[in-house]
């Protein structure tokens, strides 16, 4: 029993957030808006530190890692924003499809778009060379509609009809649930170094009580969301019978997490929260986005009652780590 | 990270399982803020010892076991699974316990740390007084140093047990030229030692759970001061880091809590609010998250890490979950919540709980303090 990363674990999240904080920067995302596009330099850079191959096996020429680490990764996409489809292709896609394909993921040749019947969208539809939909693998079709959405960096299509697949449901879920905990730190952290700068009655405004009690209530809920994911990303690791149910509260953790760290940062941040200018909206919107996306909170919560209230799950403190509910 | 436990985990947990399943007392024992329930209590304590389930995780030669501290989670789960009274010891084996394991000398170890793991001596803290509640450093009360002993003066509040507890460990002015922070000593001393004079307080629930502490020149030998002269403040801030962070609240009492709270909501669903049916569910979710959490704490201190502003993150989250939780239980109970005694002849435990959940975001350092701590120190706001 030992819940801290490895070394080799906390080594991939100081490289890639090292990388991440040199070459996405907000200056990217300003750019990437305006712009309206995808950015071919991150993708490739996040497929030369070996991300495309991060759940590939090593026979096949990827790094052979697992959950634990693909979530560590998603965190830190969420942190910096990223908007390339590495997620959903990498981190999601690739258990799920034939090794001819996952060694074109490793390679950064084949980008994966998801298609499943909870979301009425479909991300990144135009970049995608195949959509993953039900358990099919389909061509991604040409000229796909978009549909408007609130995040500037993200591209949604209209919906494919397919069946429901849930074991993509499942780690979708838990990806997105790691980019909102990645984005309500970096929220947090905007909102801290805003409030050690902005004067006002001639002090920072971090100085005032209130300020301090509305960020101090952030880190409560991000410290207590975060061994949720943890905990989650190691039982889908482990195939752990409750999985969905864990998969499910680091869902709902995750996003109260973030919607909290939105909101306080934006009141935090005075008018200029309420800006285009000020950086925060990208993070805020994408929290917005990741919220609904592959399940809401309202639908995570249903699957939890459903085992902790409506079904025979045994629950205790003896049940948090019992060895039968660690092997599927 | 690996989140299963080894075979001598589980075999540590089917001891404590089996001894806790043939002694864990078969009805509920009176309230501890009595002093019938204190007594049977204390009985609790010593039987605890019998077993040598004191305190695991102090070395043997103090009365414990020198097992680790995924350990004492599992006793806790097996603890709390198994319905086992409240901890009459809490303040002497969560807070002085360690800090004297910190700042005591070998002789205080051998004198306090024994009796404290074996029940025989039990602890109230006496640190707040009525002018220094949050504001610790405005502490007034005076220890005058004469030859080998101190002469202590002044008044104490809010202190928990102290009506029936044996000792007191307590802060006070041992320079009278100082302010604030400086100049104070941390000293322990018998309750009955003459000039002590206890004024039990009735709390909310009409109990004397705290009590006053009047000290008329009482005398107490130097060697009861836990670290030198002056340096009481660091080692009050060292005990309060106990107190706020891993031991004091276990997670398993919350768990145990939820799990009570979803039968109650199965009993209550068809007219349960669909507040109550969501704060239900959040119960469930934040004492998971609690155990998570302190899992990972102790992971880090296991391997050597240590717990500082941190153990403030800790307090605010398990005392607003206790109170949430018992909040829902209140509205699942409707028109029964203001019953002290049930229908069916049993005390109404979510009351008595929700009162007691009521003190959580003020004891052990409000949970305003607390948010400014983590402002100041884990996010570096400017005070
Ligand atoms: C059940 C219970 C058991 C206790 N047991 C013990 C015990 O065994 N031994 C012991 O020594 N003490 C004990 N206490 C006392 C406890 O430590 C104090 O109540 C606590 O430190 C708060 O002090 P106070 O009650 O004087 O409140 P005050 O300090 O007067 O605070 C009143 C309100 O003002 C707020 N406030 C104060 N200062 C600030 C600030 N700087 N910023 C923002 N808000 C502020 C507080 O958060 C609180 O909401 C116990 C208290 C309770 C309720």
Redesign the interface.
């Known amino acids: 029993?030992?819940?801290?990363?490895?070394e080799d674990?906390l080594n991939l999240r100081e490289a890639i957030r090292d990388y991440l904080t040199g070459e996405h920067t907000p200056e990217v995302l300003r750019r990437l808006d305006v712009e309206g596009g995808r950015d071919a330099a991150i993708w490739d850079g996040l497929i030369g530190m070996g991300i495309g191959g991060l759940l590939v096996p090593e026979a096949e020429g990827g790094l052979g890692m697992g959950l634990?680490e693909a979530a560590i990764v998603a965190v830190e996409l969420g942190r910096a924003n990223v908007s390339e489809p590495i997620a959903d292709t990498a981190l999601v896609a690739t258990p799920l499809l034939g090794s001819d394909q996952r060694a074109a993921i490793a390679a950064g040749a084949l980008k994966v778009a998801l298609a499943h019947p909870i979301n009425p969208w479909i991300a990144d539809l135009d970049s995608a060379d195949m959509v993953l939909a039900g358990e099919a693998a389909l061509p991604a079709p040409e000229d796909p509609a978009p549909v408007d959405t609130v995040d500037p960096l993200r591209r949604l299509f209209a919906p494919i009809e397919c069946a429901a697949d849930d074991r993509l449901l499942d780690r979708a879920a838990l990806i997105a649930a790691a980019q909102l905990i990645g984005g309500a730190e970096r929220m947090?952290e905007l909102a801290?170094d805003y409030?050690?700068t902005r004067e006002q009655f001639g002090?920072?405004i971090?100085?005032f009580?209130a300020?301090?009690?509305h960020?101090?209530?952030v880190?409560?809920k991000l410290?207590?969301?975060?061994?949720?994911l943890?905990?989650a990303a190691?039982?889908a690791q482990q195939r752990a019978a409750r999985t969905p149910i864990h998969i499910s509260?680091a869902k709902?953790?995750a996003t109260d997490a973030a919607m909290l760290a939105a909101e306080t940062a934006i009141q935090v941040h005075g008018a200029m929260g309420y800006t285009y200018e000020v950086d925060l909206h990208f993070w805020m919107k994408r929290a917005w986005a990741l919220a609904g996306a592959w399940g809401d909170r309202a639908w995570h919560?249903r699957r939890?009652?459903a085992a902790?209230?409506g079904g025979g799950m045994a629950?205790?403190?003896?049940?948090?780590?019992a060895?039968e509910l660690?092997h599927g | 990270?690996?989140?299963?436990?080894?075979p001598e985990?589980?075999a540590f947990?089917a001891e404590v399982r089996a001894w806790m399943e043939a002694h864990v007392p078969k009805t509920p024992l009176k309230t501890l803020e009595g002093r019938e329930g204190y007594d049977q209590h204390v009985e609790w304590e010593r039987e605890l010892a019998s077993g040598n389930w004191g305190m695991v995780t102090w070395p043997e030669a103090y009365g414990g076991r020198g097992l680790d501290l995924?350990r004492w989670l599992i006793f806790?789960?097996?603890y709390?699974?198994a319905g086992a009274p409240l901890r009459a010891n809490q303040n002497g084996i969560f807070l002085l316990g360690p800090t004297i394991m910190e700042y005591g000398t070998d002789e205080q170890k051998a004198r306090f740390l024994t009796p404290m793991a074996k029940g025989e001596v039990i602890w109230a803290q006496a640190w707040s007084e009525p002018n220094a509640g949050s504001d610790m450093a405005a502490i007034r009360s005076r220890a005058v140093r004469d030859g080998d002993h101190y002469v202590i003066s002044g008044q104490k509040t809010w202190s928990s047990r102290a009506a029936f507890a044996d000792w007191c460990f307590g802060i006070f002015r041992t320079d009278s030229e100082s302010k604030r922070h400086k100049g104070l000593s941390f000293i322990l001393l018998p309750l009955d030692s003459p000039g002590v004079t206890i004024r039990p307080i009735r709390q909310l629930h009409g109990e004397t759970g705290f009590a006053e502490i009047f000290f008329d020149e009482v005398r107490v030998p130097v060697e009861n001061r836990i670290a030198g002269e002056g340096e009481g403040w660091n080692v009050a801030m060292a005990t309060a880091g106990f107190e706020r962070g891993l031991m004091l609240r276990s997670?398993?009492?919350f768990?145990?809590a939820?799990?009570r709270l979803?039968a109650l909501?199965?009993e209550h669903?068809a007219t349960a609010s669909p507040a109550a049916h969501?704060a239900?569910?959040q119960a469930?979710?934040?004492a998971?998250?609690?155990?998570?959490?302190t899992?990972?704490v102790?992971?880090?201190v296991?391997?050597g890490g240590h717990i500082g502003a941190?153990a403030s993150?800790n307090k605010?989250?398990w005392s607003e979950l206790d109170r949430a939780a018992h909040r829902a239980a209140m509205s699942l109970l409707g028109a029964t919540a203001e019953l002290r005694t049930l229908p069916d002849g049993a005390a109404n435990i979510w009351q008595e709980g929700y009162i007691f959940s009521l003190s959580g975001p003020i004891y052990a350092g409000s949970n305003?303090i607390?948010?400014?701590i983590?402002?100041?120190r884990?996010?570096?706001?400017?005070?």
């Open positions: 029993m030992d819940f801290r990363f490895t674990q634990i947090l801290t409030a050690k002090q920072p971090g100085s009580q300020i301090k009690h960020l101090a209530t880190a409560v410290e207590f969301a975060r061994p949720v943890w905990r190691y039982a509260h709902v953790a919560q939890i009652e902790v209230i629950i205790g403190p003896e049940t948090t780590f060895s660690n | 990270m690996d989140l299963e436990y080894t985990q589980n947990r995924i806790e789960e097996e709390y699974r997670p398993a009492r768990q145990a939820a799990k979803v909501y199965k669903a969501e239900v569910l469930w979710m934040d998971e998250a609690y155990a998570l959490n899992y990972s102790a992971a880090t296991i391997a941190e993150l605010i989250f305003e607390q948010r400014n983590i402002a100041e884990l996010l570096g706001l400017p005070r």
